[in-house]
């Protein structure tokens, strides 16, 4: 044991000191010194990060929360002058809002709930139902997925054309029931990985009670696969709730039928009639529904509307969604 002996002179008194005491204590400073370093170094670099990816984000926020008046206010970039909700509200009646709304959701969840029935079909098949041609098949199956959607347009369009489904929201949904919604080859090839992955003794078991291979894939396989089931359920809702390209083709959208995706692309053509409904063109002035800066403030106020139902979906299944991603194996 290392003891120093320490005597002051002027007071006459000794001191022991325990050398080795005395070297942990210093290195528990350096040690704890260099985990507030560590720390603060990582909130800086996460800030960092959280501020490039969230800053269109908060601008579009802010944006949305000018006065109509100071569009053309070079002093305000970030914190409006004069707070207002008025552009959401001009931008709700432009895209005629609600409505579209109703019917973005409806044309969403029905090609979500079909897509899972047939991609989840189909899944189940490739892993387990081995049959001759069965890997041509999927071979097949992974060409639509880096086939672009344009290979097939025409063809797609004509065979609609022929069954009197153009203009009709119906045809979408065929689409999605018989496996060729948007990306549905990703979907089958998720649910194969997820169906190969599960131990066949389970399928065993089944059969040896006597259930018909529809009843395992029902009682059995499905309940199973509730990772995949979240993952495909949210991206098969997002990408239909986004898309523009089928909904266009097919002619979906209508006047008695609006879509958010479609409405945002013709959200200048109404601001006028929004701004007359709103009483804008008194309080702003008539040249204001031309000027260049606001229609953008408009149309950027008409995106975050559109995202946010989205936004606020993610809040309540982040978890889930997460937990399936890593489940499913689309990472890692």
């Not at 909130?43 to 053309?72: E, H, K, S």
């Not at 065929?174 to 080859?185: D, K, N, P, Q, V």
Request: charged fraction near 15%; charge should be positive; glycine fraction near 6%.
């Amino acid at each position: 044991m290392n003891i120093n002996l320490n005597a002051n002179l002027e007071t006459g008194i000794l001191t022991l000191t325990d050398e080795r005491k005395r070297k942990s204590a210093a290195i528990r400073r350096t040690r704890k010194f260099q985990a507030i370093l560590i720390s603060i170094l990582r909130a800086i670099i996460l800030g960092g990060l959280c501020f490039v990816i969230l800053y269109p984000t908060i601008q579009q926020v802010l944006l949305a929360l000018r006065a109509p008046g100071d569009a053309n206010d070079p002093s305000v970039i970030w914190i409006p002058k004069n707070w207002s909700l008025m552009n959401f509200e001009i931008a709700s009646i432009a895209m005629h809002y609600w409505n579209a709304l109703l019917n973005t959701i409806k044309l969403s969840a029905v090609s979500m709930v079909l897509q899972l029935a047939s991609t989840a079909l189909a899944g189940y098949a490739f892993s387990r139902l081995r049959f001759k041609g069965s890997n041509i098949l999927f071979i097949f199956v992974l060409i639509t997925i880096i086939l672009p959607p344009q290979a097939l347009s025409l063809a797609q369009y004509l065979y609609f054309r022929d069954i009197q489904l153009i203009g009709k929201e119906s045809s979408i949904y065929l689409m999605s029931g018989l496996g060729m919604g948007i990306r549905s080859g990703i979907f089958i090839y998720i649910f194969r990985s997820f169906f190969k992955g599960l131990p066949k003794e389970l399928e065993e078991a089944a059969q040896i009670d006597g259930a018909n291979v529809f009843r395992i894939f029902w009682n059995v396989m499905l309940p199973n696969a509730r990772g995949a089931i979240v993952t495909v359920s949210l991206f098969a809702f997002v990408w239909q709730w986004n898309d523009t390209y089928f909904v266009k083709i097919f002619e979906v959208a209508k006047e008695e039928f609006p879509i958010l995706t479609m409405e945002l692309l013709n959200v200048a053509e109404n601001v006028r009639v929004a701004l007359f409904y709103t009483g804008g063109l008194e309080l702003i002035g008539q040249e204001i529904w031309s000027n260049p800066l606001f229609l953008a403030t408009i149309s950027n106020v008409s995106a975050l509307l559109m995202m946010l139902p989205l936004l606020i979906m993610y809040l309540f299944v982040q978890k889930q969604f997460v937990e399936s991603i890593e489940r499913t194996g689309i990472v890692g």
